[in-house]
């Protein structure tokens, strides 16, 4: 079946650093991806949509000059997480909808610690 | 708005029991997809089933069953003899409208224990 691959599975980081999260989609093209965060022992939360060639789309609160994403083919988006803060340790995945269908497909998630 | 309710946090069980996960959604939308996921310790998201909001059928697939009733906006998932490997948090999610339904507003987990 299709898979969605991310990497770093985990990364740890200084304050004020900051990461970039790759999502892939490796055996089909997604003209659509969006990325989820997760804090410890809570749901997950939508954090954007992000589109091949235009802007992502980001949900309520959550702030575009932080968390920067660029899909910039069909498939590789990538999540970054700039000046990085403690709060912002989380758990991050993506998911992946192929071309025209109702398939959708989880990354294996990124685990952020920033100290 | 649209919104999934998982009332149980954290349910406790010994194996071999039945056991059963209650979730509840509310969407203004008439056609919609409902999923389950199963987030083990490791931190992926495995994917257990979708149901398209037109399909009331129960389904089965081997120790896992589910039961979706349109009338009280449930979709409840019963795992039968429980196993240890069933622990994990599981998660009701359900389709939003935007982007074609690819994204998914997820309830807030059950976490089961299954003991030995």
């Known amino acids: 079946g299709a898979v969605v691959s991310q990497h770093p599975s985990r990364v740890i980081c200084k304050s004020g650093t900051s990461v970039k999260i790759e999502c892939r989609s490796l055996d089909f093209q997604a003209t659509t991806m969006f990325w989820y965060r997760q804090f410890p022992k809570q749901s997950l939360m939508l954090m954007a949509t992000s589109n091949e060639g235009s802007k992502a789309t980001y949900e309520q609160g959550v702030e575009k000059d932080k968390f920067l994403i660029n899909h910039a083919s069909l498939t590789l988006s990538t999540l970054t997480v700039t000046s990085a803060h403690p709060e912002d340790s989380s758990f991050y995945i993506c998911?992946?909808?192929?071309?025209?269908?109702?398939?959708?497909?989880f990354g294996e998630g990124s685990r952020l610690t920033v100290l | 708005a649209q919104k999934v309710t998982q009332a149980q946090t954290e349910i406790s069980v010994v194996e071999k029991e039945d056991v059963t996960l209650d979730c509840v959604y509310e969407?203004?939308?008439?056609?919609?997809?409902l999923f389950w996921y199963k987030q083990p310790p490791s931190g992926e998201l495995v994917f257990l089933i979708r149901r398209n909001s037109f399909d009331e059928q129960n389904e089965i697939s081997g120790r896992y069953s589910w039961n979706f009733q349109k009338s009280t906006s449930s979709f409840n998932f019963t795992i039968t003899a429980s196993q240890v490997v069933d622990s994990a948090v599981y998660f009701c999610a359900l389709s939003d409208p935007r982007s074609g339904g690819n994204m998914l507003t997820f309830g807030g987990g059950t976490r089961l224990m299954v003991k030995p």
């Open positions: 998911s992946a909808s192929s071309s025209g269908g109702l398939e959708l497909f």
């Open positions: 969407t203004r939308d008439t056609t919609y997809y």
